[in-house]
């Protein structure tokens, strides 16, 4: 019986020195807004429909198409008014969450504690676990199922 030699490629290198670790370090991007799914969905549609509305030519393109099929299906919340509402709750003086982990908070919708720390390493540390469950089900009261 002959085995065949496992085939491996390297992996490649981080460019730069971000890392969403325990300590963010997000390089240039370190203080830029960050926005979830939901926020970019609502924020793409709202422009679409001004541009179609004030009679302004723009090109449908591929990319965009793409862009609204993926958000339409992996933004968890479709409501503007929920939209809002998960913003104040992470945006609370009480969580002092930087942007990127307040955008991942609100795109993962994550069910437990645990799954956030996971997820967000840099949680670990800032954040106890009972409170953060505590966000995390009020942010899940926000979620709707249906379209």
Known sequence: MSTQPLVTRAREQPQGDE???TELKLGEFQNVPTLTLSEARLLIN???DHRKTSGR???E???LRSTQDYLDVFAR???KENIEAVERLL???THPFESFERSQLGTLCCETAEEAKTLVPS???KIADQDLQDLLDEITKLRTFVD
Do not use: G, H, R, W
Request: charged share 20%.
């Open 19 to 21: 890392e969403a670790a």
């Open 46 to 48: 709202a422009v679409l």
């Open 57 to 59: 030519e723009f090109q």
């Open 61 to 63: 393109t591929e990319m």
């Open 77 to 79: 919340f479709k409501q």
């Open 91 to 93: 945006s609370t003086q």
């Open 123 to 125: 949680l670990v540390n």
